[in-house]
């Protein structure tokens, strides 16, 4: 009987492992993708900007362009000023000068934000371009350690395997399909040790004369509560299985 309960003690200690290394396997893709859409944002941030400053810049070219019309227009006004015949008419042409300062000022003021709007963007697209390629980087690297961490996985997870076939060897089929279906149907846990007369599955005490059967080991036992397959926890013969 003890070469059995350790052969279940084993196997369960090896399904286990596979179970919280498989869980962890299946966070790995899920953590670059975090990575990853975390570095989309930052670079959709810095992309707005970049595309806002090119913005800018048309518009500095076009106000510039404009300004440079309004001085030509104001030339020809002035060229009409001199020649004209009567009052009503070098008003006119006054008024139409007039306009075209005012319009010219406009452009000039906004063409100055303009400018400041650049100068400030400049300084935040160069610094997001840096920002840009440490994150670049630092995901990379991070990549890299999780992928590792994955293929450090994989090699355990076979290593598991076989292990598991050594226990296999020492159980009958009927008990192997008796393993797997506690396993299925209790969380994945088919045997519990048994601690101070408590199942350490269910926690629910084992009733004394049981548990006095338990302690001498002669049959394989089931807990009366959970039904898992149970074994005396504080026996050291059991304890080394998974030491």
């Not at 059995?4 to 492992?17: F, S, V």
């Not at 008024?95 to 100068?119: C, N, P, Q, T, W």
């Not at 999780?146 to 009927?174: G, N, P």
């Amino acid at each position: 009987m003890e070469i059995i309960l350790k052969g279940l003690i084993g196997l369960q200690y090896c399904d286990t492992q596979v179970r919280d290394i498989q869980n962890k396997k299946k966070e790995g893709p899920i953590k670059i993708q975090r990575l990853a859409d975390g570095l989309n944002v930052t670079e959709k941030e810095i992309d707005e900007k970049l595309n806002l400053l090119e913005a800018c810049k048309r518009e500095k070219r076009q106000v510039d362009q404009d300004i440079e019309v309004l001085d030509s227009n104001m030339g020809k006004s002035d060229i009409k000023l001199s020649g004209t015949k009567s009052n009503k008419e070098y008003s006119a042409v006054l008024k139409e000068i007039d306009e075209l300062k005012k319009e010219k000022a406009f452009l000039e003021d906004r063409s100055i934000e303009i400018m400041e709007e650049v100068e400030t963007l400049e300084k935040e697209c160069a610094k997001g371009k840096k920002q840009k390629s440490a994150l670049k980087k630092k995901f990379e690297k991070d990549r890299e350690v999780i992928l590792k961490e994955m293929k450090v996985f994989d090699k355990k997870l076979k290593s598991l395997e076989k292990e598991k076939i050594r226990f296999f060897e020492v159980l009958d089929e009927d008990l192997l399909k008796r393993y797997n279906l506690l396993k299925e149907h209790r969380g994945g846990l088919a045997i519990s040790p048994v601690i101070k007369g408590v199942c350490q599955a269910c926690h629910i005490g084992i009733p004394p004369q049981k548990f006095n059967e338990l302690i001498r080991g002669d049959v394989l036992m089931s807990c009366p509560n959970c039904k898992r397959m149970i074994y005396w926890g504080e026996d050291e013969r059991f304890q080394a299985v998974v030491d």
